[in-house]
């Protein structure tokens, strides 16, 4: 990339854009001038996106397991505002269960959203980026992708694999102007990170937290946003930890 690609008003492709950390980051964006556009299997994406702040915003209901979606996804987007400039995928489910009781359909469904989905989405906006010689591409993993929790077997692995796919893609892509980075919470006060860590449980992750809380949805779009900023141009390949300190304890 040289000095010369950088983009005019951006276009902001975020999945998950529903609820949580998605539907925080669309606002982040909204509210700094970028055109939205929210993908998310929740119909209500649709009203929400167009409820953001600004104009020229687009809410998309699809299911991301589909593996066409993610290319129909990025082309709704260019004939809609133009090639997207920052991608975040933030889609994700958290299914939890003893590893020894995982069933093969909880299993897969956890790699299906959390992991292929989001490949797909960077394969189809990172063409797009390439072609482009600029973008930003976030990809949501997690403290689970980093260090062992119970009952997140299959929540892990696709962690864990997202954080080595972002590594193989930040490599291909910088030549061309494309950053890929990781970002990887503690538990976010978000429906996912409450209906996860309820009660005594989530009282007892706390506690493991130096800080002594959760994170707040809006401390991860901040961090999101610096990442997807033109500022950010040396910053690739890495996985963000933002866990109060959780994983260096
Ligand atoms: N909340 C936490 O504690 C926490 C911690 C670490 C990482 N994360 C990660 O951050 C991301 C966002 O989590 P959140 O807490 O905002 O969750 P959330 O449940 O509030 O939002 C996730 C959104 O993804 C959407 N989604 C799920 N499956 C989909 C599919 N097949 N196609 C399209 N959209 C789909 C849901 O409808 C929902 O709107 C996830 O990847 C999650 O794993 C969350």
Known sequence: MTENQTPGRHVAVITGAASGIGYEVATYFATRGASV???DLSDAVVELMSA???????????DLTDPAAAQQVISEAIAFAGTPTILVNSAGVALL?????????????TLDVNLSASF???QAAG????????????NLASQAGVIGLDE????????????????????????????VNAVSPTVVETPLGKAAWAGEKGERAKAEIPVGRFAQPSEIASLIGYLASEDAAMVTGTNVLIDGGRTSV
């Open 37 to 39: 556009v929210g993908v």
């Open 52 to 62: 953001l702040p600004g104009d020229g915003h687009l809410g998309i209901a699809r």
């Open 127 to 138: 063409r797009a980026m390439i072609e482009a010689g600029y973008g930003r591409i976030i």
């Open 97 to 109: 269960d003893k590893a020894v009781d995982v069933p093969a359909g909880r299993w897969q469904a």
């Open 152 to 179: 997140h077997a299959a929540y892990a692995a696709s962690k864990a694999a997202i954080i080595g796919l972002t590594r193989v893609l930040s490599k291909e892509w910088a030549p061309s102007g494309v950053t």
């Open 120 to 122: 797909y989405m960077a």
